[in-house]
Every structure is written in structure tokens, then in C-alpha cells.
């Protein structure tokens, strides 16, 4: 894992934000290639995941928002951590962390229930052994002052999500009164976690693609393209499956879940296992209990991958019915009525969340890919995701190849993200793209300039052939 | 300008956000078209400017950022408006918007001369005609406390350059010690404007192309791609010029500007009047004054181009050569020297800025394209800013024209960001995406199923064309 991160940071893919000043746990900025990987998962998530309706959209919403939309969400009462502190040091401490730490189960505990297993447990201050206060809540939202002093307050979005649901009234007017219609976002989310432990996982400035689906309640039972998905073998790991440890494959029909459910199951499962190309053995549906899931979700199943750095299998996403929780919230709150028309029929829709911490998933792409042999590191990326699709090099800088090899680099350029390379032997250039997945490698040598033949050299294999210049395309489609 | 706003909101390209609950000044969310639209610009812009070097790369980095990056930049200092409050009402104001909208001069007055310049003109509320306090200053960014409550104090950040900025030191290493090395970032800026007044103009949350240039000092009067611009003749609108009112045309050469700068000028004008397609007549580089321009800006030229819908000509865009404020500022607070070592040529390298202002970039296309014909709106977007570039229709839902035009729409959905479009009559269609600047629109009819000939109907001179199916790419290019 150290030698994955060290390369993550030597090569630039991510770096801590802010690092000339010590840095701020939880703040994490992509740096080139980084954003290049970024900027490939995301494309390859919104062709998908909008390509499923004609009347699925993205938007762009506003990071910080009225006071009065985390009031109807509930965030501003719910919205909490529990935090103790050290009444010796000031120590601020999560204190079903201290309880995790020591092997004792600290889910779902309330409040007094935390303080008596504290006691119970003699837990003093890690730091200076200090007596540690009551458990109190602490909000996980960055609140902003609007305007000059006394201005109003606003917060920083927990989750993407909320802007979806208070543009819905106008949207779906503009979107001409149809449902299903989806909403989605990709964008920043902000979480004031008290101590971030869990490095690039848990973020307080994170990023999220989300899709809010909002349908009507009586058709959950029906999906218009559910024959082509209604066999699709799900990996799931229900909440009866975990009794015996064991996933279960079962087609979207034997879940026997709402179909317009099953049908986003089996979607998610595509983009994981065909475009993102995640091995069948590292994917799998986790359904969450109702302990587990929050009051508002009557069905809840989580994206999990296994990602080896961080342990074992990790939510990378979820998909939540999240039933009229929201509509109703927001009407209740302002005043608004969310009620569609449809041909004379009044309702609140329903709202299924198809919900992906970015991030996460940037790092399990990263997690996935490294692989280390004798004579290299190499990351293992598919084609659509690795930061550059191709690389050119001159063999040397001389003689004109310079200049044949700037010339099949600018043709390149215009349809792939390429790189430049002059710098080194081949052989060492050859090393540094491995390690950062560049899938295709291109060398312009003294034979090119007679026969106008490159060397096309294969990340995974190592092969290499001579392929025409203006044949490359072709072979790395 | 009413009808313009209007047709923004009514087909969702913008709105206010948090609208249900009546919104907050200086906010606005972008809907489906208006994201489509929005990401068109930005990768264009990415396109172009990320082209100019193989040394050029986008980061994504934080939008909290550690306070220490706000007392380095002087932002804490200096990143102020004067405010005056109402002393009955306790309304705030800002003393120079009364000042000016009096007629009277405010721009670049200390607090004590806005106070004698309020008390001389005799100005109060304009609210309750209460007396006004006396004049301070507002900090205009935003603060977060990062952490339980005593944790630390970060800042929104108000220009996405200081990401930049703190990433430099490592990521000229990343990039293999090279200059000159451009670091671009897209992205979110925060700005507590007091009483934002200008609608879409001045956001609080705004959006910002930003590309740091770091390179040698030294190496300023020379640029490598010098003889491909130095003919190229800039609209330029010099302190000296706005003495007779006229704007210049200069060749690069005749400007006198170092070629590092001036090269660049002429790439920006590239991308207004080639790429975005600004009428010449409607762009213009406009020289600050002394007294306008930051202390630190060597040589600041606006990019501004003629918005009518806002008054004229309009700031979206600058060119700034912030020499080394930045680094030196950084390496002062942060104790990390920020000197670089070419050939053992050690030096703090200087940065040249481009920045411009996504949202008003935004609206000036939606400006520049509003046209009204007699029988209809039209937006003449460029093809390669406009939201959809295709709209398919079938003639009717039966008879297997909806089948036939759906395939249509998902062969061309692979290239294109396309609509498909199959409500109310074919005229009316027309309508609708003229109104959204739609350049082409294909209509699949009977004849269709005979020949595989459909109509071709192009946005501007409203012509229609018989193609075949296979054909509709070439002609859409």
C-alpha cells in the first residue's frame, strides 16, 4: 500500500491540498494526471448513466445553499457525528472510534449508551490520559455567513443530491411534465468530519456523481426495459446471505425487488463489470439492515468493491429508494407544492438515488490496476480510463525525428489525450508510462523516416510491432 | 433584455438557485441546457489553451483552502469592500455604489474620502432616509471552521489561482523540473459580494478558468512560438487610446509588449474571434491604468467583448502579469523556498495569468446568439457551443417512424449530444430548438422508410435538404 501511495504522490495523480502549509487532513487535490483519470471515470459515468432515458439530464447546482433546504432535509438535526473531548487536554474525539478501537461495538448507540461504554470501558484521553467530557452531537456541515455581518446563513451541500430535489418544481416543468426524469449532478460535497482517519476514503471535501430518479410510486413495479435485464445473473449479499458469509448470484427476477429497483441493480453491475471493467470476484450489492439504513430509504442496497489497500470490500456507491422523503420535506418547508399532474393524476413522486463517491471510486480504479513485476511497476488501467491513451516518442531529438514524431503526436492529440515524451532512453520511457497505464506506446525512429513505419509497443504484453503511422488508430481502438 | 432572461429560465439554461425558497442574491444553478452549454465553453477553452505547450496541465484542486494561503496572497488584508450601515434601519450598503449612482466618482477612494464624499453630497438611507455609520471594510471571502469547534479556520476560496500557486513546488517536480509549465484549473470560486446588483454578472458562487504560467524572467521577451503571431493584429484599447475613445489594431510586434505577453494576447484573441466565433467588432483588449490594476500586476490587459444585453462592453477576462507577488508571498509565510534550479540557474520564476470568468462568458454567448426574426427566436450558437447539435424527429409515433428515428438518434448520440423529440408537430419542434440553438434538426417521415432519405433542416437559413441516413455526419461537420 505505501509504495501504491508513494506513486500516487511522486507521480502527481493526487497530493495533499494546501502541503506547503502542513497540509489539512481530509483535503486532497488532484494533481495532472489525476484529473485526467477523474475526468475519464466521470465522462464514462455520465455517457452511461444518461444514455439510460431521454429524459435524464445533468445540472450544475450551487455548492452552498439556504439554510432552510437542510432544515427540510433533516441535515441540520440528523445531520451529526458524536464528539467527546479531554477535559485536561481539549482533545476533540470520536468516542465510537475509542470504543471501535477497543473491539467494542458502537453502532447505533445513542448518546448515554456511548458515555456508559466509555465508563464501563475506562477509556481516558489517548493523548494525555486525561478524564474525557459527556458525548455530545456535533453537525457535520460547514456553515457560511451570507453577506455583510448579519446576513443569513447558509451551508456548504453534504451531498449533491439536495440541488436536484429543489430545482425539481422548475425542471420538470422545462423538461415538459414527463416522468421518469432524471437529475443528475457531479460535483463537490463538503463534510466536516471531526478527524478524518481513513486518508483519500473518508473526505471532508469529496466529490459525488449523483442520479435523482423521480418516477411514479405506482409504476415502481414495472421498468420499460426490464426484459433486457430481468436474467442478468446480480451479485448480491443480502441481508439473509450474510448470516452464512456468502454472495449469491440471483437474476434481477429472483431478487424479487420492485423491478424499476432491480433494473438500476443491473445497470450499476454493467458500468462496474463492462465499463470500468471491475473483476467479477471484487464486485458485489450489499443490502443494508434496517438498523443500518437511513429511516427514509425503504430499500437500500450499497456498491461495494474489493479494494486490497483499504481491506477488503468498500461502498463505492448505493442505490436508494429514498421514497417521497424529500419532495414532501422540501413542500412541507417551503410552502411549494411538489405535486406532478400527470393526465389528471395528482402526486408526489418517488425518488430512486443512484449515489458514487467519485473519489472512491478513483482510488479503487487506482487499487485495481497496480500491479508490480520483477523488472516494473505497471498499472493495469482499461483503455477509456488510463490518464493518456497513447504516448510518442522520438528516439532521438535529432535528424528530423523530433519533428515526424511532434507531427503524429499533434494527429493523435485531436482524438485521444496523448503525451510527449523526449526525455531518457526508450527504455526508461517505456517504465515511467507503464507506471502510469498509458495503454499505447509510440516510437518514431531512424526507419520511420524511410518507410513512414512507427513502433507501437503494447503496455500489458510488452509486444511490439511496426504498424504504418496512420494506422495507429486503428490498433488502439 | 427581459424576453432573453426570460427564454434562460422558461428552457432551463439558468435559474436561481434554492428558488423555492426564494433564493439568495448572487446565486444561480445551471439546468440541462445550460450545463450542456457551460461544459462546451469549458472544453473548448481546455482544448485550445491546454494545446499552446506539452508543458500545460489542469489540476482540480481544494475550494476550502488553510488560512495561511490567504495571509500569503494578502487576501485576508486586502480582499475588502467598504461597507456602510443605515444607523435606523441597519441596512448595509456599499458607499461607492451610492456615491456612483449619484454621478460621483468613488473608484480607488480611501474610507475617509467615501466618508466626506457621502457627508458633501448629503446622502442617507435610501431606504428609511436614515443617517449612514461611517465607512469600513468587509472581507469578501468566505470562512469555514474546519474540525470540531475550536479546529481550524479555512477559507472558500476566492480565485482558483492560489491552488496553483501552493501546488507549484511539487508539481514542477512532478513535471520533471521544466519551464515554462502551465497549471490550469476549472473550477468554483466563492466571493461575499455585500449586495450583489448585476444578476449573472457578479455571482457569489462563481466559476472560473484560470491557467498559471510559471517560466524565467529572464526569458520574458521571447517567445518560441513568436513568428507564428507577431503579424497577428490585436484590438487594442490602450490607456493612451481611451483618451480619443478609438480603439487600435496593432500587430503583436507594434504593441511593444514583451513577446511572452503579447504571444499570448494574440492566442486569447484566437479563441474569441476563430474558436467562439465573437464578431471582431465585438471584442477588444482593454489596457488598466495604474491606478486600476493591482500593485502586483506588471502588465494587465482585460479581454472584453460587447454584451449588449448588460451595456456595452464588458470585463470577461484578463491577461495579468503577476510576476513573482504569488511565490514570493507563499515562500514568506510557508518557510518552503519556492526557488527553482535549471542548470544551475537558481531563481523564483515569475507567472503570467490567464483568467476568465466562466458565468460571463456564458452569458455573453447566450448574448451574442439571441436573434429575433419575425416568426421566431433564435439562438446562433456556434456549432460547437451549442447544447444540442442535433435534434431527431419522428414524423409520427407509428408505422415504425419512432423505431426508425430512434435509431437514427442513438447512432448519431455516439458523436453528438443530441435530442430526440417527438411531440407536437414538426413546425413546432423547429420552434423549439431554434429557440435553443439547435443547428440541425432531422425529421424521419415516410419516404424515410421507402429510401432511407430523412430531412435535413439547418438552424440559420431554416433550408431543408434530403439525405441519406449514413450521410447526416458529413453534413453536420
Known amino acids: ?129 486525561g478524564t474525557l467530557s459527556q458525548t455530545r452531537l456535533f453537525n457535520m456541515m460547514f456553515d457560511v455567513k451570507i453577506g455583510a455581518s448579519e446576513g443569513e446563513i ?44 481513513q486518508g483519500f476514503y473518508r473526505l471532508r471535501e469529496l466529490n459525488q456523481a449523483e442520479l435523482q430518479i423521480f418516477f411514479d ?7 420499460k426495459d426490464w426484459d433486457s435485464v430481468k436474467d442478468t445473473r446480480l451479485k448480491t449479499f443480502s441481508v439473509k446471505d450474510r448470516e452464512h458469509g ?19 441493480l443491473a445497470k450499476i453491475q454493467e458500468f462496474y463489470l463492462d465499463v470500468l471493467r471491475v473483476p467479477k470476484s471484487h464486485f458485489r450489492f450489499r443490502e443494508l439492515s434496517d438498523e443500518e439504513k437511513a429511516f427514509y430509504n425503504k ?78 511497476t505497471v498499472m493495469r488501467f482499461p483503455d477509456s480510463i488510463a490518464p493518456y491513451r497513447i504516448a510518442v516518442f522520438p528516439l532521438m531529438k535529432k535528424d528530423g525525428l523530433y519533428e515526424k514524431a511532434w507531427d503524429i503526436y499533434q494527429q493523435l492529440r485531436s482524438k485521444y489525450v496523448c503525451d510527449f515524451d523526449e526525455k531518457g532512453s526508450i527504455g526508461k520511457r517505456y517504465r515511467r508510462h507503464d507506471e502510469i497505464g498509458t495503454p499505447y506506446c509510440v516510437t518514431v525512429d531512424y526507419q520511420t523516416l524511410n518507410d513512414d513505419t512507427v513502433t507501437l509497443r503494447f503496455r500489458d504484453s510488452m509486444e511490439q510491432v511496426r504498424v504504418k503511422g496512420n494506422e495507429i488508430q486503428e490498433r488502439v481502438v
Not at 307 to 324: A, C, I, N, P, Q
Not at 340 to 350: A, D, Q, R, S
Open 1 to 129: 500500500v505505501k509504495e501504491f501511495s508513494d506513486l500516487a504522490l511522486r507521480r502527481g495523480f493526487i497530493y495533499p491540498s494546501c502541503e506547503i502549509y502542513g497540509g489539512v487532513a481530509g483535503f486532497y487535490d488532484y494533481g495532472p494526471l489525476g484529473t485526467l483519470l477523474k475526468r475519464n471515470w466521470e465522462n464514462l459515468w455520465r455517457t452511461f448513466f444518461m444514455g439510460l432515458d431521454s429524459n435524464f439530464f445533468e445540472i450544475q447546482t450551487c455548492d452552498i445553499m439556504a439554510s432552510s433546504v437542510f432544515e427540510a432535509s433533516g441535515h441540520i438535526k440528523n445531520f451529526n457525528d458524536p464528539l467527546i473531548n479531554c477535559l485536561k487536554c481539549g482533545k476533540r474525539l470520536r468516542p465510537d472510534h475509542l470504543l471501535e478501537e477497543r473491539g467494542i461495538q458502537a453502532e447505533g448507540l445513542t448518546l448515554p449508551e456511548l458515555d456508559s461504554r466509555i465508563a464501563e470501558a475506562k477509556i481516558d484521553c489517548p493523548y494525555c490520559k
Open 154 to 197: 447558509g451551508y456548504l451541500r453534504p451531498e449533491t443530491a439536495q440541488g436536484a430535489y429543489v430545482s425539481f418544481k422548475r425542471l420538470f416543468e422545462v423538461c415538459r411534465n414527463q416522468l421518469p426524469l432524471g437529475l443528475a449532478i457531479l460535483g463537490r460535497a463538503y463534510r466536516n468530519e471531526i478527524s478524518p482517519r
Open 217 to 223: 410510486p405506482e409504476t415502481v413495479g414495472h421498468h
Open 246 to 264: 456468502e454472495v449469491e448470484e440471483r437474476t434481477c427476477e429472483e431478487t424479487g425487488l420492485p423491478q424499476f429497483y432491480a433494473y438500476h
Open 299 to 376: 430499500v437500500h442496497w450499497d456498491v461495494e468493491v474489493c479494494v486490497d489497500s483499504l481491506g477488503g470490500f468498500k461502498e463505492l456507491g448505493g442505490l436508494h429508494y429514498r421514497t417521497d422523503h424529500d419532495l414532501k420535506g422540501h413542500q412541507a418547508v417551503s410552502k411549494e407544492s411538489m405535486e406532478v399532474n400527470i393526465e389528471g393524476k395528482k402526486f408526489v413522486p418517488h425518488v430512486l438515488e443512484l449515489s458514487f463517491g467519485i473519489d472512491r471510486n478513483f482510488w479503487a480504479m487506482m487499487d485495481l490496476a497496480y500491479d508490480v513485476e520483477k523488472e516494473r
